[in-house]
């Protein structure tokens, strides 16, 4: 992924600059006209943008990642940048572990193979009882079986609740620190 940092400068950059350097392509993003007058009334133009560089090869990889986002319907601002990475950090459970939001998707498959054969076989006339009692391992952000936790579908199917209620929540602050940056420009 590519490293971000804010820059100015007093001319207006071009968004893909691959003439500046013979080892990469630098890459703006948010750019932004600033208009400043100091105490004597002065006006002074610049501009502020965040800039990456990269070499051809990365380059050549970011562009399929943005590709990526648009046919995912995802944007390629700061915004969305924290957002992905809320979503890929750990989160703490009430159980003490940590557990990334994204998982949310993995649970939710789990709950998907569940869901039919229990109720299939609830509509046979049986007894569910054993089902629920079914346990496996949930694993936290390290990863170590030592920090598994074996769970029931219900301890999973509130784990997911959890995970989606927190994506929902990091979407929201990235609506919103969305729609307040574009409310500046």
Do not use: C
């Amino acid at each position: 992924m590519a490293e971000f940092k804010m820059v100015q400068s007093n001319q207006k950059p071009s968004e893909i600059d691959i003439t500046s350097s013979p080892n990469g392509v630098y890459y703006r993003r948010n750019i932004k006209e600033v208009v400043k007058e100091n105490d004597s009334g002065e006006i002074s133009i610049f501009y502020e943008y965040e800039e990456a560089f990269m070499s051809f090869n990365e380059w050549e990889e970011y562009q399929i990642t943005i590709e990526y986002k648009k046919f995912n319907d995802e944007d390629n601002s700061a915004e969305f940048d924290e957002f992905s990475n809320k979503l890929r950090t750990g989160v703490e459970y009430k159980n003490g572990k940590k557990y990334k939001p994204i998982w949310h998707k993995l649970y939710s498959s789990i709950i998907d193979e569940f869901e039919p054969k229990i109720n299939l076989y609830k509509l046979a006339g049986g007894d569910i009882t054993p089902f629920l009692a079914i346990k496996t391992n949930v694993f936290d952000v390290t990863g170590k079986a030592a920090n598994a936790v074996m769970m029931n579908i219900q301890e999973i199917i509130e784990l997911w609740m959890f995970l989606y209620q927190k994506k929902e929540e990091f979407y929201n602050e990235y609506k919103f620190a969305k729609e307040q940056k574009n409310g500046e420009e």
